[in-house]
């Protein structure tokens, strides 16, 4: 009875182990970073541009917090943009 307490023990230590290895690679795959700060938007900006100027990493996740920040994704010249 003490070798399967241990071998489940192991098992289950195990399947934590690579659930917490799934989980960081979750997080690195939609990982990014800004400078601090607001943009203001001028003729022709998108998010996707600014999030590709001032940001670095997964620039989908970036925009998606950007639109979800302005409200929209739609842009009008001379709206500020706070970047995340």
Avoid at 14 to 41: K, M, P, Q, R
Avoid at 72 to 79: H, K, R, V
Wanted: net charge negative; charged share 10%; glycine share 10%.
């Amino acid at each position: 009875m003490k070798k399967h307490i241990a071998t489940f023990t192991a098992t289950v230590a195990g399947a934590l182990f690579l659930a917490g290895l799934a989980n960081a690679a979750i997080d690195n795959a939609t990982a990014y970073e800004c400078e601090d700060g607001a943009v203001t938007v001028h003729s022709g900006d998108t998010l996707w541009g600014i999030a590709t100027r001032y940001c670095t990493g997964h620039t989908g996740h970036a925009v998606s917090v950007m639109a979800d920040m302005h409200g929209t994704a739609t842009l009008q010249i001379g709206d500020t943009v706070v970047l995340p």
